[in-house]
């Protein structure tokens, strides 16, 4: 399996005595990623193991006590830091006690690298914030970059945002994207080549593991939820909660708290809109996209080619949004819109503005008069499906 991004990053963090919590959503490769971390620190002779939340035998022997930890792992030496990693923590009965206990008293010792999956946040055994003594890194599904890798493709990479493609790469990286906006980043969906395949494993991944997070938050409604995806991947703008608690005759709260389930669960993401007046910003209606391509055309039964889909434009919209969801923290990604439904689908940082659409000859400036004049320090600019991976990110 090829090497993510993050890979770097959580190599140096294993030097500070904070707890690496790695959280994403599930089968993004939390654990193959730190199997490989496992495997080059061994390389190096470091004294580390990994261990699973999965073998029933040390979860009930660690539920009973934190110090039995050591009743499970063979003598240690006294010879540097011990490096352990604990897959699918949230499997514990008290997770949290537990990572707070061995940090409290081990962190001289121990080094703790623990991957969760949304349950981390969902699960009612969470009880503790754990506030200080972790840092966590999300692990998102592949970006377009971690794609063309995966696809044996690392030479073009450097192309991609970098305001011009060389010729001779256009048509592959063409070929390429349409794969991703298609069939999204999943690993294992990515290196599987039959186009059935990836299908059927998208649908297991939906009824299979979105099913598990619907099973440990314990809500009561699971079909309502599922058809709440479904509205979400419909979706082509700002999202009502009134109108959809009407629709599926279920209370405001509730479509409410199901949408923030979906979000900790980590398969979608709320923008806020943008605008100089706090209050009037928390009062207006948020946005939400699709973190992965593929789940939100699973939840169309839609495999089509870009070109031939009446929901193109969405389609390349929410894959800008991942593009900046790769690069920018959430919060500094917002949309513009008045009263009277002028908008702008992406400002960035507070410094640059963006209108997406499908084909520049839907693109009419004088619709953005009003906010040029408004924000006449916000460049706009256009993204299009010919221009979409120049874009300098």
């Known amino acids: 399996m090829k090497q993510r991004i993050l890979f770097k990053t959580l190599w140096k963090h294993i030097s500070k005595k904070q707890i690496t919590l790695i959280v ?49 792992l063979p003598p240690l030496s006294n010879n540097g830091k011990i490096i352990l990693f604990f897959d699918e923590i949230q499997y514990l009965k008290n997770p949290t006690n537990f990572l707070k206990y061995h940090y409290d008293l081990n962190q001289d010792t121990i080094k703790i690298i623990a991957s969760g999956s949304s349950a981390f946040y969902v699960n009612k055994n969470f009880k503790d914030s754990l506030a200080g003594r972790k840092r966590i890194f999300i692990l998102p599904t592949l970006s377009f970059e971690e794609f063309l890798i995966f696809k044996n493709r690392e030479e073009i990479v450097s192309y991609i945002n970098s305001g011009s493609i060389t010729q001779i790469y256009k048509s592959e990286l063409k070929k390429w994207l349409n794969e991703y906006l298609l069939f999204g980043g999943y690993p294992e969906i990515v290196i599987e080549r039959n186009l059935e395949e990836k299908k059927l494993l998208l649908k297991e991944l939906a009824d299979s593991y979105i099913k598990k ?18 509205i979400l991947s419909q979706n082509k703008g700002l999202f009502n909660s009134n109108n959809i608690s009407k629709q599926l005759k279920i209370g405001c709260q509730t479509v409410n708290a199901y949408l923030k389930l979906m ?27 699709f973190n992965d391509l593929g789940l939100r055309n699973y939840f169309l039964k839609n495999y089509e080619s870009i070109f031939l889909r009446e929901d193109r434009g969405n389609l390349l919209e929410n894959f800008v949004f991942r593009r900046f969801y790769d690069f920018y923290p959430v919060e500094d990604i917002r949309f513009w819109r008045t009263q009277k439904k002028q908008e702008v689908d992406f400002i960035i940082e507070e410094k640059k503005a963006y209108e997406v659409k499908f084909s520049s000859k839907n693109y009419n400036q004088q619709k953005y008069y009003y906010f040029k004049k408004k924000y006449p320090d916000i460049p706009l600019s256009l993204i299009d499906i010919d221009n979409v991976l120049e874009l300098k990110l």
């Open 263 to 289: 979000e900790t669960s980590f398969h979608i993401t709320k923008i806020l809109p943008f605008h100089n007046n706090i209050e009037k910003e928390l009062r207006k209606m948020p946005k939400y996209y």
């Open 24 to 72: 994403g959503a599930r089968q993004t490769g939390k654990t193959t990623l730190m199997q490989q971390i496992y495997t080059r620190l061994k390389r190096e002779k470091k004294q580390t193991f990994f261990i699973s939340m999965e073998d029933p035998n040390i979860l009930e022997t660690l539920d009973q006590h934190p110090d039995n930890l050591f009743k499970i």
């Open 213 to 230: 997070d619907i099973l440990d938050a314990n809500i009561s409604y699971p079909d309502i939820y599922l058809k709440i995806m479904k």
